[in-house]
Nanobody, 115 residues
Framework: QVQLVESGGGLVQPGGSLRLACAASGFTFRNYAMSWLRQAPGKGLEWVAD????????YYEDSVKGRFTISRDNTQNMVYLQMNNLKPEDTAVYYC????????WGQGTQVSVSS
């Protein structure tokens, strides 16, 4: 069965960095685009970034452009989100998913940005 396991979250000061990781299994990872999404306290799910199956097409939500970088390793079935210059408004639970497929979710990883 499809499994997605996110990790790498934590508490960081504004301006800091974190690298999130998502381990995927149960499907042919290299064939699928992947996404990162987030849910801030009291808010709905928000799309953050997409990466195509080959890893050469990247898409970002406007508020994270220039600060976040999505990447993947198809040999390890991993997708990553490098987050730099973090802001308090980036505080959320972050999830990875198969792009345009909301059937499968991991437990998420909490990112808290606070001084």
């Amino acid at each position: 069965q499809v499994q997605l396991v996110e990790s790498g979250g934590g508490l960081v000061q504004p301006g800091g960095s974190l690298r999130l990781a998502c381990a995927a299994s149960g499907f042919t990872f290299r064939n699928y685009a992947m996404s990162w999404l987030r849910q801030a306290p009291g808010k709905g799910l928000e799309w953050v970034a997409d990466i195509n199956s080959g890893g050469d097409k990247l898409y970002y939500e406007d508020s994270v452009k220039g600060r976040f970088t999505i990447s993947r390793d198809n040999t390890q079935n991993m997708v990553y989100l490098q987050m730099n210059n973090l802001k308090p408004e980036d505080t959320a639970v972050y999830y990875c998913s198969k792009t345009n497929d909301n059937r499968y979710w991991g437990q998420g990883t909490q990112v808290s940005v606070s001084s």
